[in-house]
Nanobody
Framework: QVQLVESGGGLVQAGGSLRLSCAAS????????MGWFRQAPGKEREFVAS????????YYADSVKGRFTISRDNAKNTVYLQMNSLKPEDTAVYYC???????????????????WGQGTQVTVSS
């Protein structure tokens, strides 16, 4: 069992940066692929980024590639999402999620994730 708690959201102006954190409890965190998703009002949840549990392999949605960076610290049971050059269209509730996966695998599909956090609001003003 893994429990996930996000933090770091807030209000930022366009062009600014935020760093989201996701703290995990559970002794198997290091063997889960981790991902970030987001959901804007009136829209479906969408994939943002994923990182494998070994080797640091990453994968990003085209909309955030080059601006966002996902990373993890298995010793601290934490996954991060560094968001730079933020745009108003990045406004959403951001969720972290954990998926059982092979060591070097990133996971894109939301239905393959077993554990979800409660979400943190990110608002980017123009």
């Amino acid at each position: 069992q893994v429990q996930l708690v996000e933090s770091g959201g807030g209000l930022v102006q366009a062009g600014g940066s935020l760093r989201l954190s996701c703290a995990a409890s559970g002794r198997t965190f290091s063997s889960y692929a981790m991902g970030w998703f987001r959901q804007a009002p009136g829209k479906e949840r969408e994939f943002v980024a994923s990182i494998s549990w070994r080797g640091g392999k990453t994968y990003y949605a085209d909309s955030v590639k080059g601006r966002f960076t996902i990373s993890r610290d298995n010793a601290k049971n934490t996954v991060y999402l560094q968001m730079n050059s933020l745009k108003p269209e990045d406004t959403a509730v951001y969720y972290c999620a954990g998926a059982e996966a092979s060591p070097y695998t990133t996971v894109v599909a939301g239905d393959q994730y077993h554990y979800w956090g409660q979400g943190t609001q990110v608002t980017v003003s123009s």
